[in-house]
């Protein structure tokens, strides 16, 4: 019996109220809110007649602390989902401390001006100390842990599939099949096509941000940084076969890095093909991937934003999009003295998940993961106070969950591994 806010209602939130409400169990009332209304009563009435949980909306501008404390003390939620957008994530976590509500979300916080000089002066010091030249990192969150510890609340960060799924297969690996891990590679293949020259998975603007950065990887107690896409492997992905990938940055790299402390080198590798490569570039070159505003006819306009207007929206991908995912973790390591190798990972499939949720696996890998996160935090299994990522919690449970409610897990005790 618990009662939900979600925040946002875009692609992924809306696979993660329609599978909350699959749960109206755990789940048996949700306020969605989010600055558009009209998607919230939408979904509200699509939804209606086929699930007990009884479902209110509401409206609120997530990046104004002051409403979305004036909305959690009306609605009295036990949990603050927040699936919005990176940007809302420091103006949210705000407000669950000031009115003691535990809090959760899928990204981790990012500015939505990278101009503003209080802080690149902050970014700028982070890349000289820390090695790496992302817009995004823990640093912001983490500065809270102490905050929700002593209030006696749970943060959890992240609760997606990349980053979320992958640090609980890590913490997995770490349980129940290594004594100690020495590398970890995690694999992110869409073979999904929707039949459109160009367009992005989920939100355009954080993805041709997060795409477009330098990469980077963890060795040996350090960042190495190298040029956008300049790390190049192969891999043949069960049930989606042979694909390019690249080496990326990615978020839960730092966070796997600080909790499992022994681990030589971490990668990430995100699949992409030779199109969706061919037009980043070409946007980039052009400037339209540019977060600085310009005048144009005597109109501001960030490119990107101008650029996302363009695309198409991802949540209507899902009736085009065919094909599979398969994301994972590859791991070698020591257990009982000797080498081993492990491969745990999910196969998704798009025209099944648009069959359930009306929406693609990219958002269906990201908002099942939420809303087992937030099942793990309301049925009481997930309980430590402070602000954490989901490799310090009992992966066994959220594993069983995700087994249940559509992203089960397949394994390989002897798997290719990545050069
Ligand atoms: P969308 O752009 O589809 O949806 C974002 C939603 O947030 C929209 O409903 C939007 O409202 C709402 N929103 C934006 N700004 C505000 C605001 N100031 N106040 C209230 N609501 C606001 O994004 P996605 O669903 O694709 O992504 C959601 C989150 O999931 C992002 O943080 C993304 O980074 C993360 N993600 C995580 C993944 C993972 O594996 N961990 C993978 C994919 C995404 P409006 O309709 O008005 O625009």
């Not at 749970?154 to 799924?165: E, H, K, S």
């Not at 099949?177 to 073979?191: K, Q, S």
């Not at 505003?293 to 991802?314: M, N, Q, S, T, Y």
Request: charged share 25%.
């Amino acid at each position: 019996m618990s009662k939900v806010l979600v925040i946002g209602c875009g692609g992924v939130a809306s696979v993660a109220i329609r599978k909350c409400c699959q749960v109206s169990e755990v789940f048996t009332e949700l306020c969605i809110a989010s600055r558009t209304k009209e998607k919230c009563d939408a979904l509200a009435a699509d939804l209606a007649g086929k699930t007990a949980t009884k479902i209110t909306t509401a409206q609120v501008d997530a990046d104004d602390v002051q409403q979305v404390i004036d909305l959690i003390r009306s609605y009295q939620p036990d949990l603050v989902m927040n699936i919005a957008l990176p940007y809302q994530d420091l103006t949210i976590m705000d407000a669950c401390l000031a009115c003691g509500v535990n809090y959760m979300d899928t990204a981790n916080y990012e500015p939505e001006d990278t101009d503003d000089p209080a802080w690149r002066e902050i970014y700028e010091k982070r890349c000289q100390e820390k090695g790496f030249s992302a817009y995004f990192d823990y640093s912001w969150q983490w500065a809270y842990r102490e905050k929700f510890e002593k209030a006696g609340l749970t943060a959890l960060l992240g609760c997606g599939f990349d980053p979320g799924v992958t640090q609980a297969y890590c913490a997995y690996a770490k349980k129940h099949e290594f004594d100690t891990i020495d590398t970890i590679d995690i694999l992110d293949c869409n073979g999904g096509d929707h039949g459109y020259p160009f367009a992005t998975n989920f939100n355009p603007e954080v993805n041709l941000r997060e795409v477009s950065a330098p990469g980077s990887y963890w060795e040996d107690g350090h960042w190495v940084e190298i040029p956008a896409m300049s790390i190049k492997r192969e891999y043949d992905f069960d049930q989606v076969g042979q694909k390019d990938m690249y080496l990326l940055h990615h978020e839960e790299i730092e966070s796997l890095a600080e909790n499992i402390p022994e681990v030589k080198r971490i990668r990430f590798f995100m699949t992409f093909g030779q199109s969706y490569l061919t037009h980043m570039k070409c946007l980039e070159n052009v400037g339209m991937l540019s977060t600085t505003p310009i005048e144009f006819e005597g109109h501001e306009i960030v490119p990107i934003k101008f650029l996302k207007a363009l695309l198409p929206d991802p949540a209507s991908l899902g009736p085009r999009t065919h094909g599979k995912t398969n994301i994972g973790c590859i791991f070698t390591g020591k257990k009982d003295g000797k080498d081993k190798t492990y491969y745990i990972y999910n196969v998704c499939d798009h025209q099944e998940c648009y069959r359930e949720v009306a929406s693609q696996a990219i958002s269906y890998t990201t908002g099942v993961p939420a809303m087992c996160g937030a099942l793990m935090l309301l049925t009481g299994k997930w309980t430590t106070p402070g602000v954490h990522t989901v490799e310090e919690f009992d992966p066994d449970p959220f594993l069983d969950a995700l087994d249940r409610y559509g992203l089960p897990r397949s394994e390989s005790h002897n798997p290719v591994l990545v050069k």
